[in-house]
């Protein structure tokens, strides 16, 4: 347990403003590493053939942003550490944040229906989010907790390797992908990551309060099932639209 009494706070604003700053910098340069923020990556030679225990072990009882004063649990992520398929949420619930695992609420078990739908289990995938504690009651992830804590997730996909990234949700799609703005334009459509394609498809717990959506997630997940098979050329992330 993790659990702390004591009194979330906010950074000034000049230090809110300028972390924000950076970090609209970095999307838009594809990267989440940010001065002053632990590097990861794609490609880093020093963290090459890094293992998910190993990262787990760095991330150790992690301070680096204000949400661990509240957390229950750290969700670092589930599943087959070989997987051909990630699928990135945005941040732990309530759930999530009791039990330590990600998707296992009502959502969850929709993701799990979804990814069953594909022929797959929950063991033969992996599931993680960009933020590893839950933000109080559940509000949007906030800039600098992102930064914070992103590079963990990029660490987990180089060791990962899969052949696609599944992004849930708006959130989790624009931290992927490195853009802004709306989702409209890129719901299903593949966009290259270093050098893994990233399908945005609706969060399930939207799915819940919309299930009319359920019928354009599932030709997004049909994209996701397609380019395990057969991996292929996809676009860029392009400009917000
Ligand atoms: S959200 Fe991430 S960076 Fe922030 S305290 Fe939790 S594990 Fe650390």
Redesign the pocket.
């Known amino acids: 347990m993790q659990r702390s009494m004591a009194t979330p706070h906010a950074p000034p604003a000049d230090l809110r403003r300028s972390l924000e700053a950076t970090l609209r910098f970095a999307r838009r340069s594809g990267a989440w590493v940010v001065p002053g923020v632990a590097a990861a990556g794609s490609g880093d030679p020093e963290r090459a053939g890094e293992t998910l225990d190993e990262i787990r072990a760095a ?1 150790g009882d ?7 004063q509240d ?1 229950a649990h ?1 969700v670092f992520g589930t599943g087959d550490p070989d997987a051909r398929v990630v699928f990135v949420g945005e941040a732990p619930g309530y759930h999530e944040d009791r039990r330590g695992e990600p998707f296992v609420g009502r959502a969850g078990r929709l993701l799990d229906r979804m990814i069953a739908a594909l022929g797959w289990s929950r063991s033969e995938v992996y599931i993680a989010n960009v ?3 839950r933000p109080p009651d559940n509000r949007d992830p906030a800039a600098d ?1 992102v930064a ?2 992103a590079p ?1 997730l990029e660490r987990q996909l180089a060791a990962i390797r899969p052949a696609v990234v599944c992004a849930l949700g708006a959130h989790a799609a624009r931290a992927l992908l490195g853009v802004e703005g709306p989702m409209t334009d890129r719901w299903g459509k593949p966009a290259e990551r270093h050098g893994v394609p990233v399908v945005p498809t609706f969060h399930p717990a939207f799915l819940l309060r919309n299930p009319a959506a359920k019928r354009r997630a599932w030709e997004h997940l049909k994209t996701v099932s397609r380019l395990v098979r057969d991996p292929g050329v996809v676009d860029g992330p392009g400009p917000a639209r």
């Open positions: 991330l992690c301070r680096r942003c204000r949400l661990w957390r750290i933020l590893k504690c907790e914070a804590c963990f």
